[in-house]
């Protein structure tokens, strides 16, 4: 079925340099895309969105890019630290109730 | 303000028993939705209700129900636990402006053992 998926399940970074976590999804008629943070412990956590008129959206220190060609998106973080270590997922309205399908996530370590 | 409360944190059962899973939304909020997250795995959508009506049900065997109460609080039951229900049940809100959006607040979950 439809869906969305990440690529790689773990990343790690040192302090201080930028990070990329990568997803794709198989939907094309999927409008919408959420990333969030899930940090040990604690439920998901909303970071960005970003709808499917945009190729990219920045917030604080986030950037989301979309490319509806290859059915990809990215997440690029400016100046990773150790409080963004956690999980990260897309994921995409695609149920009839809007309910979201979340990939399977990236697990992102920091490194002093 | 209160984000969305969910109890209890942490519970375990034995195969065969029943649990029930509470959530509080954010105030305002008349949207909850219940998600299972298995370890390692993304969460998996398990209920929608919206104005205490069902509006959408993933692909979750009849022994998971779950209802809505006047004051836009939620319940999860699970029946006949297996040793596969072992998971953290995450509880998430949302307004009515993000339906279009699917944007969720999550609470930070019900952690249920099995044994």
């Known amino acids: 079925g439809e869906s969305v998926g990440l690529h790689l399940p773990t990343l790690s970074v040192q302090e201080g340099d930028n990070s990329i976590i990568n997803c794709a999804y198989s939907?094309?008629?999927?409008?919408?895309f959420i990333w969030y943070k899930q940090e040990s412990g604690k439920g998901p956590q909303f970071i960005i969105d970003?709808?499917?008129?945009?190729d990219k959206r920045q917030g604080q220190r986030v950037t989301v890019l979309l490319n509806k060609t290859v059915k990809h998106l990215s997440l690029q973080i400016a100046a990773t630290q150790p409080g963004d270590s956690a999980v990260y997922f897309c994921?995409?309205?695609?149920?009839?109730?809007?309910?979201?399908?979340f990939g399977s996530g990236t697990q992102l370590t920091v490194l002093p | 303000d209160a984000g969305v409360t969910q109890s209890p944190t942490h519970l375990i059962k034995t195969r065969g028993q029943q649990v029930t899973l509470r959530c509080s939304p954010i105030s305002g909020h008349k949207s909850v939705s219940w998600y299972q997250q298995v370890l390692g795995q993304g969460p998996q959508f398990i209920f929608q209700y919206y104005e205490k009506e069902e509006r959408g049900r993933g692909n979750f065997p009849d022994r998971f129900s779950a209802r809505q109460f006047p004051n836009y609080s939620s319940e999860l039951n699970v029946n006949a636990l297996l040793l596969g229900d072992s998971a953290l049940y995450l509880c998430a809100s949302s307004s009515r402006r993000a339906q279009n959006t699917g944007e969720l607040f999550f609470g930070e979950g019900s952690r249920l053992t099995v044994l």
């Open positions: 994921a995409d309205p695609s149920g009839s109730a809007r309910q979201l399908t």
């Open positions: 970003i709808r499917s008129n945009m």
């Open positions: 939907n094309s008629a999927s409008d919408y």
